[in-house]
C-alpha cells in the first residue's frame, strides 16, 4: 500500500537506467569498454598526468553509436564518437589528493569526446600505464528502472514521509554500481556541475561506482559520475564524492 502510494508520488521521475554487461577482454579501440586501450589518434601521446607526469590510467570509453535511447540527452544522440575518461591512480604523490579530483574539472582526470569519424586509431600493444586494470569490454546493456535519490526529490519539491523513506531505501530505487543513464545514486547531496561553455546544469551520463567494473576505490566507498552538457556533448566532466 505505502509502496503503491510512493511510487505513484515519483512517477514522474521515472527514467530508464543501463546496466553495463561485459567479458573479460579488450574490444576494439573504437569499443565501449573499461579499461584496455584506448582509441587514440596517430600521432597523439597518451594523456599525461600534470602532477606527476605519468601516464594516466585509463579508466572507461563509451562510443555514442553504442548506447541505447537516453530521454534525458536527446542531443548527444545526435553527436558521434567516443567519451573517454583517463584517471591519475598514481599515489606517490597522490595525485588525487593532490589535485583534488573529486572535484570536476581536476588536471589530473581527462574526460573528453573524440571525434573518430574518418580517422585511424594509433596501433598500441601494450597499455604504458603501471598496474593497468585488466579490460573488460561492454557487450550489452540490462534495462532497469531508476528513481532520483531522496536527496535530489527533495530538490524537486518532493517530501517523502519517514516511512516512506524506509520504504524508498529497502527498495533500493535509485540503482547502485556502474549504470548509464539514469539518475546519480549521491553521497554527499546533488552536486552537478554547471556547462562551463552555458551554465546550464549537466546531466549524468555515467555512474562509475567503487569496485565494480574497475578494481577502484574512490576514496572510502565513493561514486563518481561522468556529467555532460545536455546542450553541449563536448562539455563533460567526472566528480566523485563518498561520506
Ligand atoms: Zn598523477
Ligand atoms: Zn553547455
Same mark, same amino acid.
Given at each position: 500500500?505505502?509502496?503503491?502510494?510512493?511510487?505513484?508520488?515519483?512517477?514522474?521521475?521515472?527514467?530508464?537506467?543501463?546496466?553495463?554487461?561485459?567479458?573479460?577482454?579488450?574490444?576494439?579501440?573504437?569499443?565501449?569498454k573499461f579499461s584496455g586501450i584506448p582509441?587514440l589518434?596517430?600521432?597523439?601521446?597518451w594523456p599525461?598526468?600534470?602532477?606527476?607526469?605519468?601516464p594516466l590510467n585509463f579508466f572507461m570509453q563509451?562510443?555514442?553509436?553504442?548506447?541505447?535511447?537516453?530521454?534525458?540527452?536527446?542531443?548527444?544522440?545526435?553527436?558521434?564518437?567516443?567519451?573517454q575518461l583517463f584517471y591519475?591512480?598514481? +599515489? #606517490?604523490?597522490? !595525485? @588525487?589528493? =593532490?589535485?583534488?579530483? &573529486?572535484?570536476?574539472?581536476?588536471?589530473?582526470?581527462v574526460?573528453?569526446?573524440?571525434?573518430?569519424?574518418?580517422?585511424?586509431?594509433?596501433?598500441?600493444?601494450?597499455s604504458?600505464v603501471?598496474?593497468a586494470f585488466?579490460p573488460?569490454?561492454?557487450?550489452?546493456?540490462?534495462?532497469?528502472?531508476?528513481?532520483?535519490?531522496?536527496?535530489?526529490?527533495?530538490?524537486?519539491?518532493?517530501?517523502?514521509?519517514?516511512?516512506? +523513506? #524506509?520504504?524508498? !531505501? @529497502?527498495? =533500493?530505487?535509485?540503482? &547502485?554500481?556502474?549504470?548509464?543513464?539514469?539518475?546519480?545514486?549521491?553521497?554527499?547531496?546533488?552536486?552537478?556541475?554547471?556547462?562551463?561553455?552555458?551554465?546550464?546544469?549537466?546531466?549524468?551520463?555515467?555512474?562509475?561506482?567503487?569496485?565494480?567494473?574497475?578494481?577502484?576505490?574512490?576514496?572510502?566507498?565513493?561514486?563518481?559520475?561522468?556529467?555532460?552538457?545536455?546542450?553541449?556533448?563536448?562539455?563533460?566532466?567526472?566528480?566523485?564524492?563518498?561520506?
Open positions: 500500500m505505502l509502496q503503491e502510494k510512493l511510487l505513484k508520488k515519483i512517477s514522474n521521475f521515472a527514467r530508464s537506467t543501463f546496466v553495463p554487461i561485459t567479458e573479460d577482454m579488450d574490444g576494439e579501440y573504437d569499443s565501449s582509441w589518434s596517430q600521432n597523439e601521446e599525461i598526468c600534470p602532477n606527476c607526469h605519468k563509451l562510443n555514442l553509436k553504442d548506447l541505447p535511447t537516453m530521454s534525458h540527452l536527446a542531443q548527444l544522440h545526435d553527436s558521434e564518437g567516443l567519451v591519475c591512480t598514481n +599515489e #606517490d604523490p597522490h !595525485c @588525487e589528493s =593532490e589535485c583534488e579530483a &573529486f572535484l570536476p574539472f581536476s588536471n589530473s582526470v574526460v573528453r569526446l573524440v571525434d573518430i569519424a574518418g580517422k585511424k586509431p594509433q596501433k598500441i600493444e601494450e604504458p603501471v598496474g585488466s573488460k569490454r561492454i557487450v550489452t546493456w540490462e534495462k532497469e528502472k531508476d528513481y532520483p535519490d531522496y536527496q535530489e526529490l527533495a530538490e524537486n519539491n518532493v517530501e517523502l514521509t519517514e516511512d516512506e +523513506e #524506509d520504504v524508498y !531505501c @529497502e527498495l =533500493e530505487l535509485t540503482v &547502485f554500481g556502474d549504470k548509464l543513464s539514469g539518475w546519480p545514486a549521491w553521497v554527499q547531496g546533488v552536486e552537478y556541475p554547471n556547462c562551463p561553455e552555458c551554465g546550464e546544469t549537466m546531466q549524468i551520463l555515467f555512474q562509475i561506482d567503487s569496485e565494480d567494473h574497475l578494481p577502484y576505490m574512490f576514496g572510502d566507498v565513493g561514486c563518481g559520475h561522468i556529467t555532460v552538457c545536455p546542450r553541449h556533448p563536448h562539455q563533460l566532466a567526472f566528480g566523485w564524492a563518498c561520506s
